[in-house]
């Protein structure tokens, strides 16, 4: 004899289901966007470091993030992501009262 599944389960699986594909992608949204503000916050202080340095007249035309290390600027920088350390030949540049990062040739 087979034994019939009731409208109730179904309809609680149903629901059940429904609520996992959201929760699921609810939580990937806010890592998503948790790691974009962290990366944000990592290119703010490097490039408002790097603008002090230059208003300050230590740095002058094109510097490295080395150099904001050496000068005591900055400690070592690490991706708050992939928790590697950012590239010390990182190229800044300061031009017509903005800092210019090239941050595509860092994995960021």
């Known amino acids: 004899m087979k034994q019939k599944v009731s409208?109730?389960?179904?309809i609680f699986i149903v629901i059940l289901l429904i609520i996992?594909?959201?929760?699921?992608?609810?939580?990937i949204k806010i890592q998503k966007n948790h790691e974009e503000k962290l990366l944000y916050a990592t290119k703010s202080k490097?490039?408002?470091k790097a603008e002090r340095c230059y208003l300050e007249g230590i740095c002058k035309d094109t510097i490295?993030?080395?150099v904001?290390?050496?000068n005591g600027y900055l400690t070592e920088i690490i991706?708050?992501?992939?928790?590697?350390v950012i590239d010390s030949n990182l190229k800044i540049d300061y031009?017509?009262?903005k800092i210019s990062i090239d941050w595509l040739s860092v994995n960021l």
């Open 7 to 10: 409208n109730f389960t179904i």
């Open 20 to 27: 996992t594909v959201v929760g699921i992608f609810t939580v």
């Open 46 to 48: 490097v490039e408002y």
């Open 64 to 66: 490295t993030l080395n």
């Open 68 to 70: 904001l290390y050496e």
């Open 79 to 84: 991706n708050p992501v992939t928790k590697e």
């Open 95 to 97: 031009i017509d009262g």
